[in-house]
């Protein structure tokens, strides 16, 4: 007879979610993800198959959690100060005990290289071009001029990087001073 399984997957794939946000991909082992997770490892390979599958739930749980902030953006009016404003709803939503974990998305694409694994490198870029055409799309609203709109999208998402990568290591006023200059000349 087969065992029933002993854990909740949504709260297992919050701590693995967890995990890789601040440790990223690489760095986070089988070991790591079987402590914090609290399943062994056969658990782990029998529900997501591997370390990949593992990370993919987490992505999407973390593009769930994101969602909330860019659907607000896509709901709000539609300006360019919205989506200042959602850069700075970023900086809160990334942090943890007044730690910024940065982005899972843009972590993850700062440890993945060309060949990694195709599902992963497939996600992360669906969830950079739903951002960058929200910002399109914002940003159409205010200026008809495709090649600008499509610099400024572009422009946006690179700044995003930018900023995730940042919100490790700056501290507030830094953050804001970037935020303001990369929104200076709109």
């Known amino acids: 007879m087969a065992r ?26 089988m070991q790591q993800l079987e402590n914090e997770m609290g399943i062994n490892k056969f658990s782990i390979y029998a529900a997501f198959g591997s370390k990949d599958g593992v990370f993919l739930a987490s992505l999407e749980l ?11 953006l896509a709901d709000g009016p539609q ?18 005990k007044n730690i910024c974990k940065g982005c899972l998305i843009t972590n993850a694409a700062n440890e993945f290289r060309v060949g990694a694994n195709q599902a992963i490198s497939n996600e ?5 071009n739903k951002v960058r055409n929200l910002f399109y799309n914002i940003l159409e609203v205010e200026e008809k001029d495709m090649a600008w709109t499509n610099e400024k999208a572009d422009y946006l998402v690179v700044a995003m990087f930018g900023l995730s ?7 507030e006023e830094q953050l804001d001073t970037y935020i303001k200059n990369i929104f200076k000349n709109f």
Request: net charge positive; no cysteine; charged share 30%.
């Open 4 to 29: 029933k399984k002993q854990y909740s997957k949504d709260e297992v794939i919050e701590k693995a979610m967890q995990l890789f946000w601040k440790n990223g991909y690489e760095r986070t082992s």
């Open 62 to 72: 973390y593009q769930k959690k994101l969602n909330k902030l860019l659907n607000q």
């Open 79 to 96: 300006t360019v100060k919205a989506i200042e404003n959602y850069f700075y709803n970023f900086l809160a939503f990334s942090k943890e």
């Open 124 to 128: 992360l870029n669906r969830f950079v």
């Open 165 to 171: 990568s940042a919100s490790r290591v700056f501290n």
